[in-house]
């Protein structure tokens, strides 16, 4: 079983807050890492797949980063929302392997 | 809409006692999979499908079962649920692999099992 490991597990920041949690997984044999958004009673909902080494990608105020070679990625939020308390999950999706390994996931809550 | 549900929301039920939750996807997904999630631990996966009539083990696959008779349904059966059972499990598909690019899982609402 493939280790995936996320930082910190739980958060509270403020509204308008930036912040950013880390998830770090196997430098070998990468093929794909996934972030999902999972709130509270919701099903998880994914936010970025991302398969090259630097690749950067943004979605409103939240964006993330990859380093494949050291093996992590960086998610942030920009000026955090009360809206934005969810539970944070990373997923990887190595060359050899037909499935997700998932971190257990850092909780945010933002505070108003 | 594209979705993927899940029946029953919540199940309380007793030791031994064979239970059916339902995963239907409307998506014309080839890849279907069963996680379950505990407090501390990330999504595991039980069962994964590719296709019709294609299974195989995720994990825990131990005191379960799944059957892929048609591509939009995978049920999981656990035919004698213990308490060691008890937890919220979330159903997923995806288009295809996960091994093709860009390719997203999406989830179910999840199941939350109690078994006394």
């Keep these: 079983i493939l280790n995936v490991e996320q930082s ?5 920041v403020q509204e308008g807050d930036s912040t950013n949690f880390t998830c770090s997984f ?3 044999n990468f093929y794909a890492l996934h972030w999902y958004r999972w709130e509270t009673a919701k099903s998880p909902e994914a936010l970025f797949v991302m398969t090259l080494n630097g690749d950067e990608k943004k979605k409103g105020r939240i964006s993330a980063t990859l380093n494949t070679k050291e093996g992590y990625s960086y998610l942030y939020i920009k000026g955090s ?13 190595s060359g050899s392997a037909r499935q997700l390994t998932f971190g257990s996931g850092t909780q945010l809550t933002v505070l108003p | 809409e594209a979705q993927v ?37 990330g999504l595991r996966q039980i069962y994964y499908s590719m296709n019709v009539e294609v299974t195989d083990k995720g994990d825990v696959p131990e005191g379960y ?7 939009r349904n995978f049920p999981l059966i656990l035919e004698s649920p213990s308490p060691n059972q008890t937890s919220l499990y979330f159903c997923a598909s995806s288009p295809r692999s996960l091994t093709g690019r860009d390719t997203e899982a999406f989830f179910g609402q999840g199941t939350r099992l109690t078994v006394v």
């Design chain 1, 8 to 12: 910190p597990q739980s958060l509270h």
């Design chain 1, 81 to 93: 929302q009360p809206e934005d308390s969810a539970t944070y999950l990373c997923a990887f999706l």
């Design chain 2, 65 to 71: 079962k799944v059957s892929r008779k048609e591509k």
């Design chain 2, 5 to 41: 549900t899940q029946n029953p929301r919540y199940l309380i039920t007793v030791t031994g006692k064979k239970l059916t939750v339902t995963c239907s996807q409307n998506m014309n997904h080839e890849y279907m999979s069963w996680y379950r999630q505990d407090p501390g631990l």
């Design chain 1, 26 to 28: 196997p430098s070998s």
